[in-house]
């Protein structure tokens, strides 16, 4: 395997427990940050509550970590705003600083949550970025946004189905109220949608929020599998050298770390299906519903980090409301790239 480019956790700050992750993966002209939090060098929380502030700090973080990766702010493509609302400066303060800083073409992508894991944080913020990108085509992967109301939810399926471009990963973020139908309406037309996929931004607004990563249409290799088995749900999908891989478990009677667990396992077995394992990962993504101790993190990550060996993947962690299907208390993402040798 071509030789990856890790910026170590050390480098900026550390967390509570050793991790096996890292702040920068970047393979080729892709890179993908971890999530970057308004802390200190001892993992203190600066500008607690403060939206506005805390952006600006993670702003400057995150250009330090490019940079120490061999990029820079014009590289950023995407970038993953995991916000408390409530926060001091709002939507509003915090969409203006990012915007000021990374400029007009960034693809800023604002994603509510209920809270966090360490008090006093507002803000975490994952990067996607590429060496060579034109806008939001990044190599062979194009990023996209886009936002609507329910009425128009048949449309936008229709528009999916038809389109000549695959889907590598995709995620539907609904207000509490439109989660049913959102969820419905998926079964019926988008048979491998996993069920995690769809997931609940709280009981305000009125737009559904699709955010997708779709490989170009001649990239050859192109698989798209929703399988079940042992009570895990698992939705996988390759084009080329690129995997990307969702699972949840469906048990209601499993606590969060037993969930965890059984994913883990089935997300192994897929992976090895495939020809990868958990080296070939470069970015992992988990949504999970639980409280606000920093203690059901480590929990759950403790879980997860038994897979991984130093340096790492970039790695985030996020609660959220919940998911459409109520059994389900985590939902784990992995994005593999597999490189030449």
Not at 34 to 59: F, H, K, M, R, Y
Not at 271 to 299: I, M, P, Q, R
Not at 301 to 310: C, E, F, P
Not at 325 to 332: G, M, N, R, T, Y
Request: charged share 25%; with cysteine.
């Amino acid at each position: 395997m071509a030789a990856r480019t890790f910026v170590p956790f050390e480098d900026l700050w550390s967390m509570a427990i050793d991790v096996p992750y890292s702040f920068l993966v970047r393979d080729g002209d892709h890179a993908w940050t971890c999530g970057q939090l308004a802390l200190g060098t001892d993992a203190e929380v600066l500008s607690p509550n403060d939206l506005t502030e805390q952006s600006e700090i993670v702003c400057r973080n995150i250009g330090d970590i490019l940079a120490k990766g061999g990029m820079s702010t014009a590289d950023a493509a995407r970038i993953i705003l995991y916000y408390l609302p409530e926060a001091r400066g709002g939507l509003e303060g915090m969409m203006r600083v990012f915007r000021d800083y990374f400029g007009p073409d960034a693809l800023l992508d604002p994603f509510p949550v209920p809270h966090f894991y360490y008090d006093g944080v507002a803000l975490e913020v994952d990067v996607f970025a590429h060496a060579a990108r034109k806008g939001s085509f990044c190599g062979d992967l194009h990023h996209q946004s886009r936002s609507f109301e329910l009425m128009d939810l048949a449309a936008t399926l229709d528009e999916l189905e038809t389109a000549n471009t695959p889907l590598l990963s995709e995620h539907w973020l609904t207000p509490t109220p439109f989660l049913e139908d959102v969820a419905a309406s998926l079964r019926e037309t988008r048979r491998s949608v996993h069920p995690g996929t769809v997931i609940d931004i709280g009981p305000s607004g009125d737009q559904i929020f699709l955010r997708t990563v779709a490989a170009m249409s001649d990239t050859p290799g192109q698989t798209d599998e929703a399988l079940q088995a042992d009570g895990v749900e698992i939705t996988l999908r390759k084009a080329s050298e690129w995997l990307w891989i969702q699972g949840s478990a469906e048990r209601t009677s499993d606590g969060l770390v037993d969930q965890t667990t059984r994913i883990m396992q089935a997300i192994a077995a897929r992976l090895a299906e495939n020809g990868f394992c958990f080296d070939d990962v470069v970015k992992s993504t988990t949504h999970y519903v639980a409280g606000d101790s920093a203690a059901e993190l480590h929990d759950n990550m403790q879980v997860r980090n038994s897979r991984y060996s130093k340096p790492g993947p970039a790695s985030t962690g996020v609660p959220v409301f919940g998911f459409a299907d109520p059994s389900k208390k985590i939902v784990v993402d992995l994005t593999a790239k597999k490189t030449d040798a």
